[in-house]
């Protein structure tokens, strides 16, 4: 790596905010000779931009021997910000990949047929004709011959130990703070009915302890391996088949990687196993046990803290890192969660250039949104939401509702309200959708959100207020939790909700001359502010510092639709006043043309979310 080209690899035409003093900072961190350098950048900064000035450092192919590293990885846990990223014009050098499953087959019988289960990967000795033009194959060939391969967290993570991905010199993480949780939640076995092909077929028994989970696993991992030779067998596949023979490799990796860490005696990782009850329609003898053993349920394998998986899917893959972040709030235990030395790396501090009169924060608590309290509090903070519309009554607005069930009860209160017609939902599968409907409209509608905390940018007028209902606690009952705080690890879980809260804030204030309000509606918030405040940067306990209760309008529906109420409040956000700084025009409801396409309800899936064991999206 040469950290002397990081000004003349900085992609933009010129410097804006902090950038400047920045890239000198990182220059002189990877000077001094350190090989991960932790960038603690504000929402808004231009990360992404720092990122690729960084990944240009890297050694390139003409200063390099045969046997070194070269090159470099752009990863990001979010897909979103990988979009961005594809879509940046000033970041056209960095080669974009994607899984598999994001591309279609080129075929002419199969242009709706994902890559993943193409005739290439269904049939035995298939010798596609234009393989040469596949898009996934072709992408791939690029970001492994380019100088800067961009791809999510995931994918990267798959392709530790690929002969197409391997090593390079430099890696730069984007969004990093949750990285010991994202590798956690990859890194998490689920043996159930979703994710065992032949699960009805098996009799599970009760595991009571560690030792019985790996021997339980070594036995699944042998049953899934006659199933894949039984399926391997075959000379063409159906994509049913496919996926099943995909399923059961990854099974088996999944499982050895367990028993050979579990049995590991230098290996780090503390192992959880959680267990649902049994639904009695498993049959089989199993191994592990005879028939008259009690019958278990589906199975969940957790990792604590990962290090040996980080080591190998991420540390060992580049000779330096640098991972951005607005939200690395502690670097020590940052550090240990990773699997890093603190001594051995170096922190980066990002100077904040948003005013903050631009970026206020009102307290509006109605209550304590905990589970016994909600169907106290969530009726207050309803209409309150109803009184926030009335003080924007041409502003869009953002309510981060932090689960379904608070979404879902939101919705039928502001309908029952009669504010409706300003209101959209989502559901799990119709996100992306509903986000870029609402976004793409010019009406000052309120988007009703389940975790949209992170990677989520409303500049301007897409939205300028939003509301915060409830403190981002991790979900107790997840066993990791439970098992931290047995441990007394509390500053790390009021470290992660103020985390998740700083992020959420950052949402609708992304330039210097932007300006959006944030309302915290649930008092555990302010409770939260005041137990991880020596975590907090300076910059947003200048904000929390300056936070104020507004003089809200009296509740009146009517007026949340048809141009707001002049009693109390305004319209316009900037620098927290209560004048319409913005001279907007307003319109009434009845001269606003509302075509839309929404979706109302939520539907309740009995299929959990990917991270709903920890987010806590049901409740």
């Known amino acids: ?82 979009d961005d990223v594809a879509a940046d014009d000033l970041l056209a050098d960095l080669n974009v990949i994607r899984g598999k499953s994001n591309y279609s087959c080129i075929l002419p019988d199969e242009r709706d047929t994902p890559v993943n289960q193409a005739p290439c990967v269904r049939e035995r000795g298939y010798d596609c004709s234009v393989k040469h033009r596949c898009p996934y194959f072709s992408d791939r060939a690029i970001a492994s011959n380019r100088d800067i391969a961009a791809m999510t967290l995931a994918y990267f993570m798959q392709t530790a130990g690929s002969e197409v991905f391997r090593k390079r010199d430099v890696v730069v993480v984007d969004e990093a703070h949750g990285l010991a949780e994202w590798a956690e939640m990859y890194a998490t076995i689920q043996l159930g009915p979703r994710t065992v092909p032949f699960w009805d077929e098996l009799r599970v028994p009760e595991i009571d302890d560690l030792d019985r989970a790996v021997r339980y696993a070594e036995n699944l991992q042998q049953k899934c391996t006659r199933r894949k030779d039984e399926v391997l067998s075959q000379d063409s596949l159906t994509p049913a088949e496919v996926r099943e023979r995909d399923r059961l490799q990854e099974l088996i990796g999944e499982l050895d990687w367990f028993v050979s860490d579990y049995r590991d005696p230098q290996s780090p990782t503390t192992w959880l196993v959680d267990q649902s009850e049994s639904s009695g329609s498993g049959t089989s ?8 053993d009690p019958a278990g ?45 603190p001594e051995n790396v170096a922190l980066v501090d990002v100077e904040h250039t948003f005013p903050v009169e631009n970026r206020p924060l009102y307290d509006v608590s109605q209550g304590k949104m905990t589970y016994e309290q909600r169907d106290e509090t969530t009726p207050k903070i309803a209409r309150t939401i109803v009184r926030l519309m009335q003080r924007h009554p041409d502003e869009k607005g953002l309510v981060h509702a932090h689960s379904y069930d608070i979404q879902e009860r939101l919705a039928d209160l502001l309908s029952d309200f009669g504010v409706g017609d300003r209101v959209r939902t989502h559901d799990r599968d119709g996100r992306d959708a ?62 992660t909700a103020l985390r998740t809260v700083i992020q959420a804030c950052g949402r609708v204030v992304r330039a210097p001359d932007d300006h959006g309000a944030t309302y915290l509606a649930d008092s555990s918030l302010l409770d939260l502010f005041d137990r991880a405040r020596t975590d907090m940067p300076d910059w947003f306990e200048a904000q929390v510092d300056r936070m104020t209760r507004p003089d809200l309008p009296d509740f009146r529906p009517a007026a949340a639709l048809d141009g707001g109420d002049s009693s109390g409040g305004a319209s316009s956000t900037r620098g927290g006043g209560t004048g319409d700084a913005g001279g907007s025009e307003r319109r009434t409801r009845t001269d606003r043309s509302r075509t839309r396409s929404r979706s109302r309800r939520s539907s309740r899936s009995s299929d959990s979310s990917p991270v709903a064991d920890v987010w806590d999206t049901d409740g």
């Open 297 to 341: 349920g589906p199975l969940t394998i957790k990792p604590m803290n990962p290090e040996k998986y980080l080591q190998h899917t991420v540390w060992d893959r580049g000779n330096r890192f640098a991972l951005l972040s607005a939200t690395i709030l502690n670097k020590a235990a940052f550090c240990r969660q990773v699997g890093l030395t």
């Open 1 to 82: 790596m040469n950290p002397e080209r990081i000004f003349e690899e900085f992609p933009a035409p010129s410097y804006r905010g902090a950038q400047k003093q920045a890239l000198r900072d990182i220059q002189d961190a990877f000077a001094a000779g350190n090989d991960v350098v932790l960038v603690r950048a504000p929402t808004g900064s231009g990360k992404s931009l720092l990122a690729r000035a960084v990944a240009g450092c890297a050694r390139n192919v003409d200063d390099a021997d045969p046997s070194d590293a070269t090159g470099a990885y752009y990863t990001t846990p979010q897909v979103s910000q990988l």
């Open 285 to 292: 003898s199993d191994a592990d046990g005879d028939a008259d």
């Open 434 to 495: 509903a986000l870029d409907g609402w976004k793409a409209s010019d009406d000052p509608d309120v988007f009703l959100s389940v975790k949209m905390e992170e990677a989520l940018d409303l500049k301007g007028d897409l939205c300028r207020w939003q509301v915060l209902c409830k403190a981002p606690f991790l979900n107790t009952g997840d066993s990791r939790v439970a098992h931290r705080l047995e441990e007394g690890q509390w500053a790390w879980y009021y470290r």
